[in-house]
C-alpha cells in the first residue's frame, strides 16, 4: 500500500537522521487518524440500494394488487429512471401486506421490514393498525409517511400526512354550500367519521336562516326509504358523504325515484368521484360536484406516465396519465418522490449512516438520521400529482393545497372552479358556458311551461284544433316565450294548469295552488302570465325580471289657492272656538277687576 511505502521511507528517514523517538511515534498516530477517517467515511456514506417499506392493506376475497401498492411501486420505479433525484442510489421496496383490522400482525410485518434495514414507512391505509405502525417508528425514529384520512390534531414526531386535514376539508365544503346559496339541503352520511368532515356544515344548522335535514345511510344496499324520506321533505339539494363505491348505487336509486332531474343538486364530498362513470347521468342535467385533489395538468407529464408500464396492466390500468387517478394512488406517488428528494438533500449536507434497526430491546438504538430527513420534508415544498404540497413544521399535517370544483355537465365532468385556504372558492366558468350546458340540454329535452288563459296574454286560437303543442296558442306571453326559445335555441311546450288559478296560499296548510304548486311539484318548469309578484310567492319560486309593471296609484284633487280676505288671520280657528277665547278673556278680566276692588 501507498501508505506503508511512505512510512517505511519516513522511518529509515528518521533512522538516519538520528531523529527522536518521539518523531516516529507523532507520525504513526497521524496515519491511524487518517486511515480511521477513511473507514468512517467508507461506513458512513448510503449505500447504492436504499430500501424503503410500504405496508398495504390485503383483501382476502381478491387477488388484485392494491391499487396504492401499485402507485407506490411506479413511483419506485420513476424515482430511479430519473437520476438527478438521487444520482448515486437506487430505490428498492420492502412490501408487506396486512388485513384491514388486524394490528397484532401489522406490528410483527414492521419489525420484519425495520430488521431488513428500511429507512422509511410508507403505510398502511387502515386507521386502526396505522396507530400500531407509528408507534414502531417513533421508537425506532425512522420518518413514517401516510397518506390516509385522519381526524386527530396531534401527530407523533417522526410521521407526516399527505392527505388533506379533515378541518380543512370541512371548511371547502361550507365554503361551497355559502357561495351556491343553499339557505336549505339534506345531509346524508355514512359513519361518524362523516360527521367529522361535516362539522362545519352541522354548525350552520345553528344559523336560522339554514335548513338542514340529516339523515344517516342504513346498512346494506337498500337505500330507497332513506331517499323516498328526503324527496318527500321536498328538499333538492342534497350532500352526500359516503365511500367512493356506494356512490353510484345511490344515484341509481335515487334515478329509480325520479330524484335524477335538472332540479336537484347533489355534493359529493369523496375527493374519488371523477374516477366513476357517470355517462348515464350526463343527459338528465343533474347537478352533481364535488372536489378533485388530483391535479390534472401535473398529471398528464411524462415525468409521472413513463416507465414501467406491466405493473398498471396487472391490475386493469392502462396509465397513470388517466385523470381517473384515485386520490390515494397520488399521495402515495407524490409520498414517495417527496422523501426520495429529502434523503438526497441530506445526503448532499451530511454523511448519512446506515445501521440496521431492530424491535429487539438491546440490539441497538434509534436512527439518528431519521429525525433530520423528516425535519426537512416538513420545511420542503413541492410541486406533485395532488397540486403543491407544504406542511406546517410542528404538527406534520398538509397546511396549503388547492382543490378544483367539478360538475357533471352534458359532456362529462367539467372543472368550473378552484378552492383554496386562503382565498376560498373562485368560480372561473363563465355564465356564457353555463347558457351553452343549457342549450345542450335542452336541445334534447322540452321546456314544460304551465299558464292560464287570460286577454290579451295567452289565448286559444279560434282554429286551435288544427294545431299542436304551443301553437294553438296565442297572445303577448307565447311570443314573448317564442322569442326567447329561437335566441336560446330550446324547445317547449306549453300546458294549461288544472284548477285555472295563478297560485294562492292556503294559511291553515301552507299548500299552493294552480302554477305555484304545479312548479313546486316540479310538473313544469316555467309558469308565465300575467302573474302578480308577491311576497309569499317569492317565497315560494324564483321570478324573472317583471316584464310589465302596473304600479299601484292614489288619485286626489290638487287644492287651489284662494284670494287673502281681511279676516284671513281667523282661518286657523272655528268661529266657535275665537267666541269662547274671547269670553274667557272677558270673564278672567272682570275677575281680576272685582278682586282687585
Known amino acids: 500500500m501507498v501508505i506503508n511505502q511512505r512510512y517505511n521511507a519516513f522511518l529509515a528517514l528518521c533512522i538516519a537522521k538520528s531523529l527522536h523517538r518521539q518523531c516516529c511515534d507523532a507520525f504513526v498516530m497521524m496515519m491511524m487518524m487518517m486511515m480511521m477517517m477513511m473507514m468512517m467515511t467508507t461506513v458512513l456514506s448510503l449505500p447504492t440500494d436504499i430500501r424503503i417499506g410500504g405496508i398495504f392493506t390485503k383483501d382476502d376475497n ?40 388486524d394490528s397484532f400482525h401489522a406490528s410483527k410485518k414492521v419489525c420484519n421490514m425495520v430488521n431488513k434495514g428500511i429507512l422509511a414507512i410508507f403505510g398502511p391505509q387502515s386507521s386502526n393498525t396505522a396507530a400500531h405502525v407509528q408507534s414502531v417508528a417513533d421508537t425506532l425514529e425512522i420518518p413514517h409517511v401516510e397518506t390516509r384520512w385522519d381526524f386527530r390534531e396531534h401527530r407523533a414526531r417522526f410521521s407526516l400526512n399527505l392527505y388533506p386535514h379533515p378541518s380543512s376539508l370541512s371548511k371547502a365544503y361550507l365554503d361551497l354550500v355559502m357561495k351556491w346559496k343553499w339557505k336549505s339541503f339534506a345531509l346524508i352520511y355514512e359513519d361518524r367519521h362523516g360527521m367529522v368532515r361535516m362539522q362545519e356544515l352541522l354548525k350552520a344548522n345553528y344559523n336560522p336562516k339554514i335548513k338542514m335535514l340529516v339523515r344517516q345511510l342504513e346498512p346494506g344496499n337498500d337505500y330507497g326509504p332513506l331517499l323516498k324520506e328526503v324527496k318527500k321533505s321536498g328538499e333538492t339539494r342534497i350532500i352526500i358523504d359516503c365511500g367512493t363505491s356506494k356512490i353510484l348505487d345511490i344515484f341509481k336509486q335515487a334515478q329509480q325515484l325520479g330524484m335524477m332531474t335538472h332540479y336537484h343538486n347533489f355534493l359529493v364530498t369523496s375527493l374519488d368521484l371523477h374516477t366513476l362513470p357517470l355517462h348515464e347521468f350526463q343527459q338528465s342535467g343533474t347537478n352533481i360536484s364535488a372536489f378533485r385533489l388530483v391535479n390534472a395538468d401535473v398529471a398528464s407529464r411524462s415525468f409521472y406516465v413513463s416507465g414501467h408500464t406491466s405493473r398498471l396492466l396487472s391490475v386493469g390500468q392502462t396509465s397513470m396519465s388517466n385523470v381517473t387517478m384515485r386520490t390515494d394512488m ?58 403543491k404540497i407544504t406542511f406546517d413544521k410542528t404538527e406534520g399535517f398538509r397546511k396549503e393545497f388547492n382543490l378544483d370544483i367539478l360538475t357533471l355537465r352534458v359532456g362529462g365532468l367539467q372543472k368550473i372552479g378552484l378552492w383554496n385556504l386562503s382565498s376560498g372558492v373562485d368560480i372561473t366558468s ?34 286551435a284544433e288544427q294545431y299542436s303543442d304551443y301553437k294553438k296558442y296565442e297572445g303577448y306571453c307565447v311570443d314573448l316565450m317564442e322569442a326567447i326559445a329561437n335566441y336560446c335555441n330550446f324547445n317547449f311546450t306549453i300546458q294549461l294548469v288544472k284548477d285555472n288559478s295563478y297560485g294562492i296560499l292556503d294559511k291553515a296548510t301552507g299548500e299552493w295552488d294552480g302554477v305555484i304548486k304545479e312548479l313546486i311539484e316540479q310538473e313544469a318548469d316555467v309558469g308565465i302570465g300575467d302573474l302578480t309578484i308577491t311576497y309569499d310567492r317569492e317565497q315560494a319560486v324564483d321570478f324573472t325580471m317583471p316584464f310589465m309593471n302596473l304600479g299601484i296609484s292614489i288619485l286626489f284633487k290638487k287644492p287651489t289657492k284662494k284670494e287673502p280676505l281681511l279676516f284671513s288671520f281667523l282661518a286657523p280657528l272655528s268661529v266657535d272656538v275665537w267666541m269662547y277665547m274671547i269670553t274667557a278673556y272677558l270673564g278672567v278680566s272682570i275677575s281680576l277687576f272685582l278682586l282687585a276692588r
Open 430 to 463: 363563465t355564465y356564457d358556458d353555463v347558457v351553452v350546458d343549457a342549450g345542450e340540454y335542452f336541445k334534447k329535452n322540452k321546456l314544460r311551461v304551465t299558464t292560464k288563459l287570460s286577454e290579451p296574454y295567452v289565448m286559444l286560437k279560434a282554429n
Open 62 to 101: 381478491s387477488s388484485e394488487m392494491d391499487k396504492t401498492e401499485l402507485a407506490f411501486l411506479h413511483a419506485i420505479d420513476r424515482v430511479n429512471a430519473i437520476h438527478s433525484i438521487l444520482p448515486r442510489n437506487k430505490l428498492f421496496s420492502v412490501v408487506e401486506r396486512v388485513a384491514r383490522d
Open 330 to 387: 397520488a399521495l402515495m406517488f407524490d409520498a414517495v418522490l417527496m422523501f426520495a428528494l429529502a434523503l438526497n438533500a441530506t445526503n448532499k449536507n451530511n454523511i448519512i449512516d446506515v445501521q440496521n434497526a431492530s424491535c429487539e430491546k438491546d440490539q441497538s438504538g434509534p436512527w439518528i438520521f431519521g429525525n433530520g430527513i423528516i425535519q426537512l420534508m416538513k420545511t420542503m415544498e413541492m410541486e406533485g400529482l395532488t397540486g
